[in-house]
């Protein structure tokens, strides 16, 4: 790919060439187990839901970038020929369970536990060319990470369920605690969050046909290993 960048006044400051043809391999496996119980009364229920996930990613290939910096002429030249590979592992496992208990008629509250465990690694790795035509590895732009997760999630909803309208109150608690480390310095860290996640639904029915909705979801999302991982990127330079 050929870029380039100018400034303000159409001045050319750099032009770049850049070649980074990889070969990847993906994996990918999801199992779902769902079980529930019936009662007498419709409107109890008990759910469980367990789930697990795992993917993997492997690549590698060869990076080949010539830079020019222009600062009325030819200021300096940056070529980069390094070797690049990529392996990239994540087990989840998800627990989540749900109980439903009618209060009345038009009433139901709801109660839902869950655990949620995230293991990450990622293993980045760069290759220059040394003198004697052997790869060397570049520690800049190398690094192996571990992220691990471990969440607590629960909850509660009520909802009231009448012919012209529904209303659904929902709050969820969520306790994560952050695992990290870097294997290139055997440095560690581990953090621990709160997470609150409210939930509001509502909805008026002027005819089978025609209703109002108004519905807020409060959530947060936790980081990436990617966004994470301590490592310097020259793959656009």
């Given at each position: 790919?050929?870029?380039?960048?100018?400034?303000?006044?159409?001045?050319?400051?750099?032009k770049?060439?850049t070649s980074?043809?990889?070969?990847?391999?993906?994996?990918?496996?999801?199992?779902?187990v769902?079980?529930?119980k019936?009662?007498?009364n419709?409107?109890r229920?008990?759910?469980?839901?367990f789930?697990?996930?795992?993917?993997?990613e492997n690549?590698?290939?060869?990076?080949?970038?010539?830079?020019?910096?222009?600062?009325?002429?030819?200021?300096?030249?940056?070529?980069?020929?390094?070797?690049?590979?990529?392996?990239?592992q994540?087990n989840?496992?998800?627990?989540?369970t749900y109980?439903?208990?009618?209060?009345?008629?038009?009433?139901?509250?709801?109660?839902?536990?869950?655990?949620?465990?995230?293991?990450d690694r990622?293993?980045?790795?760069s290759?220059?060319?040394?003198n004697n035509?052997?790869?060397?590895i570049?520690?800049?732009?190398?690094?192996?990470y571990?992220?691990?997760?471990?969440?607590?999630?629960?909850?509660?909803?009520?909802?009231?369920?009448?012919?012209?309208y529904?209303?659904?109150?929902s709050?969820?608690?969520?306790?994560?605690?952050?695992s990290?480390?870097?294997?290139?310095?055997?440095?560690?860290?581990?953090r621990?969050?709160?997470?609150?996640?409210?939930?509001?639904?509502?909805?008026?029915?002027?005819?089978?046909l025609?209703?109002f909705?108004?519905?807020?979801l409060?959530t947060?999302?936790?980081?990436?290993?990617q966004?994470?991982?301590?490592?310097?990127?020259?793959?656009?330079?």
């Amino acid at each position: 790919d050929a870029t380039s960048t100018i400034d303000g006044s159409s001045q050319l400051l750099n032009k770049a060439n850049t070649s980074y043809p990889t070969h990847r391999h993906d994996k990918s496996l999801n199992e779902d187990v769902i079980w529930q119980k019936k009662f007498r009364n419709p409107r109890r229920t008990l759910s469980i839901d367990f789930n697990t996930m795992q993917n993997g990613e492997n690549y590698s290939g060869y990076l080949n970038n010539r830079t020019v910096l222009l600062i009325d002429s030819i200021d300096s030249i940056q070529n980069i020929n390094q070797y690049k590979t990529g392996t990239y592992q994540s087990n989840r496992i998800t627990f989540k369970t749900y109980y439903t208990e009618p209060i009345s008629k038009a009433i139901s509250i709801m109660f839902d536990y869950g655990i949620n465990i995230l293991n990450d690694r990622l293993k980045l790795y760069s290759y220059n060319e040394g003198n004697n035509q052997l790869l060397q590895i570049d520690s800049l732009y190398s690094n192996y990470y571990t992220f691990n997760q471990f969440g607590n999630i629960g909850g509660m909803s009520l909802t009231f369920n009448e012919k012209k309208y529904r209303l659904q109150l929902s709050n969820d608690i969520n306790l994560y605690r952050f695992s990290q480390l870097n294997n290139f310095n055997a440095s560690s860290l581990k953090r621990y969050f709160f997470n609150w996640s409210p939930f509001l639904l509502y909805q008026y029915n002027f005819s089978p046909l025609k209703n109002f909705r108004f519905s807020y979801l409060g959530t947060s999302i936790q980081p990436t290993i990617q966004q994470l991982q301590p490592v310097s990127n020259n793959r656009d330079p």
